[in-house]
């Protein structure tokens, strides 16, 4: 199975802050990459999808960049609402998809 | 609107089969290059992918787990059974469905049904 790893597993940083998580694959994923955004109690919702599309009502703060193994997350500017966990999965190995640890972004 | 739900006990005792049903609208699972997989969260720890079932009736399962999986499809019923044979306490986990086109994200998910094993 191809490995997802996210670093950093957690993050502190204020509103209005530029936030960059990274995903590095273990194989080349070409561009078969998606960004989900999970908040306590909920399910995980769509953010970016193969790379660096836009999921539709997602705010254009978020961003995703990266093909091949690795892979960006980046929030321009950090609103309260984005306080939360981000998770990065590959479909490149369809069937056989991984999620990566998770990024847990916290108020400081 | 699409929609997916899921349902299920939400105790199960050690050894027992887990039988969890993801209830759709929206969307048909008979529209070629259609999904639904079934993804699990144990508590505090990251998502897993469990299964899938496509449009064609093809079905795949986590290499970890692929002898205990067991899923499924009832088209006219909008429905996909999830099945977990000789269920653990670390089985203890919120499961998940979600709609996908091949290779594709998961652009919707049911809110998840929280499923505890223990005697």
């Known amino acids: 199975d191809i490995q997802m790893t996210q670093s950093p597993s957690s993050l502190s940083a204020s509103v209005g802050d530029r936030v960059t998580i990274t995903c590095r694959a273990s194989q080349s994923i070409s561009s078969y990459l998606n960004w989900y955004q999970q908040k306590p109690g909920k399910a995980p919702k769509l953010l970016i999808y193969a790379a660096s599309s836009l999921q539709s009502g997602v705010p254009s703060r978020f961003s995703g960049s990266g093909s091949g193994t690795d892979f960006t997350l980046t929030i321009s500017s950090l609103q309260p609402e984005d306080f939360a966990t981000y998770y990065c999965?590959?479909?490149?190995?369809?069937?056989?998809?991984?999620f990566g640890q998770g990024t847990r972004l916290e108020i400081k | 609107q699409v929609t997916l739900r899921e349902s299920g006990p939400a105790l199960v005792k050690p050894t027992q089969t887990l039988t969890l049903t993801c209830t759709f609208s929206?969307?048909?699972?008979?529209?070629?290059?259609?999904?639904v997989s079934w993804v699990r969260q144990p508590p505090g720890k990251a998502l897993e992918w469990l299964a899938l079932i496509d449009w064609d009736d093809d079905k795949y399962y986590s290499t970890s787990l692929k002898t205990r999986l067991t899923i499924s499809k009832d088209t006219s019923k909008n429905q996909v059974v999830l099945t977990m044979t000789n269920m653990d306490p670390v089985d203890t986990a919120t499961y998940y469905c979600?709609?996908?086109?091949?290779?594709?994200?998961?652009?919707?998910w049911g809110q998840g049904t929280m499923v505890t094993v223990s005697s």
């Open positions: 999965q590959q479909s490149y190995s369809t069937p056989s998809i991984t």
């Open positions: 929206g969307f048909s699972l008979s529209t070629s290059g259609m999904c």
């Open positions: 979600a709609r996908h086109c091949r290779y594709d994200a998961f652009d919707i």
